[in-house]
């Protein structure tokens, strides 16, 4: 029944389902565009700043209507075959409502509200915009977070967000292999029609068709990944966060959650309890080492002014990447990392399926 409805919501896409994450500044319309065409679910990240979502919006629709995505023609659901991601702590809701009101996305992605009550607001809103079309999706990073959320804005799909996962999540939380089928368990047995339970889709720590397998197995409908289309073509990113995400391996040591890169960067508006993943550098050391806060920063700033060369190991530079990492080894298109993710589950799991015959 998920698989029907997966289906129907986006006709265009190929299962095993692929997502790939609404990376703020990152996960701009190229790459959004080239993962929707290679049968995935691209969003748009779209994050704390609406100022552009109009006219990306505007952009990826000609786009499209000059060169369909294949099975176009299936299109029944009259949205366009992409996805756009928020973070409801700092996205303006009134720009959000008009520019998807204009250009109605097949699904939203919604992250960090600062309450439920926000959260509702922003479903009920987008709803209304969209009349219904646009699917609603929720990153969550507990299984209490999920129930709330299920029950108080019944969305179509929750995203669930192991600790793994590069960037933003939660400080304290479980990876994806307890958590998936923890909340699967709980949203099975809430008092909400069979029909409207959200699907899940699992993310943080998946790179390629063997973590997607395992993702699969767990329950999850779809996975998502943020830290593989770093090492995109399409990617808005500098060479020197490209190149510390292909050199950097060993994540469960190299990579850690912490607030010291937010701090140094100035995004400091997340709601409490978060925090981000990302590769050490020395910034993080010497505040481990207990350099004076304001040096750092200059240090920082000064890294900022060296472009490119300002990341690595000895640099300074923010790398937000997940543990896995490590398994990202070379600069791909986005349509191949799709179709490699999606058909190296898909031969992992008919082995594993021969293997009990
Ligand atoms: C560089 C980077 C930026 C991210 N930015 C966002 C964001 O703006 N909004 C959001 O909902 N999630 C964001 N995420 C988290 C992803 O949604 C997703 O949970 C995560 O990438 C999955 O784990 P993975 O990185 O191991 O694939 C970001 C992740 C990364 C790596």
Same mark, same amino acid.
């Given at each position: 029944?998920?698989?029907?409805?997966?289906?129907?919501?986006?006709?265009?896409?190929?299962?095993?389902?692929?997502?790939?994450?609404?990376?703020?500044?990152?996960?701009?319309?190229?790459?959004? !565009?080239?993962?929707?065409?290679?049968?995935?679910?691209?969003?748009?990240?779209?994050?704390? *700043?609406?100022?552009?979502?109009?006219?990306?919006?505007?952009?990826?629709?000609?786009?499209?209507?000059?060169?369909?995505?294949?099975?176009?023609?299936?299109?029944?659901?009259?949205?366009?075959?992409?996805?756009?991601?928020?973070?409801?702590?700092?996205?303006?809701?009134?720009?959000?409502?008009?520019?998807? =009101?204009?250009?109605?996305?097949?699904?939203?992605?919604?992250?960090?509200?600062? =309450?439920?009550? *926000?959260? !509702?607001?922003?479903?009920?809103?987008?709803?209304?915009?969209?009349?219904?079309?646009?699917?609603?999706?929720?990153?969550?990073?507990?299984?209490?977070?999920?129930?709330?959320?299920?029950?108080?804005?019944?969305?179509?799909?929750?995203?669930?967000?192991?600790?793994?996962?590069?960037?933003?999540?939660?400080?304290?939380?479980?990876?994806?292999?307890?958590?998936?089928?923890?909340?699967?368990?709980?949203?099975?047995?809430?008092?909400?029609?069979?029909?409207?339970?959200?699907?899940?889709?699992?993310?943080?720590?998946?790179?390629?068709? @063997? %973590?997607?397998?395992?993702?699969?197995?767990?329950?999850?409908?779809?996975?998502?990944? %943020?830290?593989?289309?770093?090492?995109?073509?399409?990617?808005?990113?500098? *060479?020197?966060?490209?190149?510390?995400?292909?050199?950097?391996?060993?994540?469960?040591?190299?990579?850690?959650?912490?607030?010291?890169?937010?701090?140094?960067?100035?995004?400091?508006?997340?709601?409490?309890?978060?925090?981000? @993943?990302?590769?050490?550098?020395?910034?993080?050391?010497?505040?481990?080492?207990?350099? *004076?806060?304001?040096?750092?920063?200059?240090?920082?700033?000064?890294?900022?002014?060296?472009?490119?060369?300002?990341?690595?190991?000895?640099?300074?530079?923010?790398?937000?990447?997940?543990?896995?990492?490590?398994?990202?080894?070379?600069?791909?298109?986005?349509?191949?990392?799709?179709?490699?993710?999606?058909?190296?589950?898909?031969?992992?799991?008919?082995?594993?399926?021969?293997?009990?015959?």
């Amino acid at each position: 029944m998920a698989l029907a409805r997966l289906k129907a919501a986006f006709p265009w896409i190929q299962t095993p389902l692929v997502v790939g994450a609404p990376m703020r500044l990152i996960a701009t319309v190229p790459l959004t !565009i080239e993962i929707c065409r290679a049968g995935g679910i691209g969003f748009l990240g779209a994050g704390s *700043d609406t100022s552009t979502l109009e006219s990306d919006l505007r952009t990826i629709h000609a786009q499209f209507i000059e060169r369909p995505p294949p099975n176009a023609s299936s299109l029944a659901t009259n949205t366009l075959p992409i996805g756009v991601g928020f973070l409801n702590w700092g996205a303006n809701l009134e720009a959000a409502v008009s520019a998807v =009101s204009k250009f109605p996305p097949a699904a939203v992605w919604f992250f960090a509200p600062r =309450s439920t009550n *926000d959260l !509702i607001v922003w479903t009920t809103k987008i709803r209304e915009a969209t009349a219904g079309r646009t699917q609603i999706w929720v990153q969550v990073g507990t299984v209490t977070n999920a129930v709330e959320v299920t029950r108080a804005c019944r969305p179509e799909f929750l995203v669930v967000q192991g600790t793994d996962a590069g960037g933003h999540g939660l400080q304290q939380g479980a990876s994806i292999i307890p958590l998936l089928p923890e909340v699967s368990d709980a949203i099975s047995i809430l008092e909400v029609p069979e029909e409207e339970k959200p699907i899940l889709v699992a993310a943080g720590g998946i790179m390629e068709g @063997r %973590g997607a397998a395992a993702a699969l197995t767990l329950g999850a409908q779809g996975v998502v990944l %943020g830290t593989r289309f770093l090492a995109s073509h399409e990617a808005n990113i500098a *060479d020197g966060y490209r190149n510390e995400v292909l050199r950097a391996s060993d994540g469960g040591k190299t990579t850690m959650r912490t607030s010291v890169y937010d701090r140094l960067r100035g995004t400091t508006d997340w709601p409490p309890g978060y925090n981000a @993943r990302g590769v050490l550098n020395r910034s993080w050391t010497d505040a481990e080492n207990g350099m *004076d806060w304001e040096e750092n920063k200059k240090l920082y700033e000064d890294s900022v002014r060296m472009g490119d060369k300002g990341w690595g190991l000895e640099g300074r530079m923010t790398t937000y990447a997940g543990t896995g990492v490590g398994l990202v080894k070379e600069v791909k298109k986005a349509g191949e990392i799709v179709e490699e993710v999606r058909s190296g589950a898909r031969e992992i799991l008919q082995r594993a399926a021969r293997s009990l015959a």
